[in-house]
């Protein structure tokens, strides 16, 4: 049950922690350029920085990610509309 829940959610998984990782190997990178440029860093406007680089980053870096997930989002989307007719034309039968 385990593994077919996780098939369901794979790229919202991968894309997610793929995000996650991105966003702290920027913040990583911006705290440690602080620290060697200035001695000290101000953890908020790093957070941020890495918050607003990440992001530019992963819309160029997880294209395929993404486009994965919005596949598989569509898919469902078209999967429950067509129950949602089926069952609505159902209850006009009846």
Same mark, same amino acid.
């Given at each position: =049950?385990?593994? *077919?829940?996780?098939?369901? +959610? &794979? @790229? %919202? ?5 793929? /995000?996650? $990782? $991105? %966003?702290?190997?920027? %913040?990583? =990178?911006?705290?440690?350029?602080? !620290? $060697? ?6 953890? !908020?406007?790093? +957070? ?15 294209? *395929? ?6 596949? /598989?989002?569509?898919?469902?989307? @078209? &999967? ?7 069952? /609505?034309? &159902?209850? #006009?039968? #009846?």
């Amino acid at each position: =049950m385990l593994v *077919r829940t996780l098939g369901q +959610v &794979k @790229e %919202f998984v991968v894309y997610t922690g793929l /995000r996650l $990782l $991105l %966003f702290a190997a920027t %913040f990583g =990178m911006v705290v440690g350029i602080w !620290l $060697l440029a200035t001695g000290s860093a101000n953890i !908020l406007i790093a +957070v941020v920085i890495a918050f607003v680089v990440s992001g530019i980053g992963s819309y160029f870096l997880l294209d *395929r990610q993404r486009e994965a997930l919005a596949q /598989r989002v569509e898919t469902r989307a @078209e &999967k429950a509309t067509q129950a949602f007719e089926e069952r /609505r034309a &159902k209850e #006009d039968v #009846d």
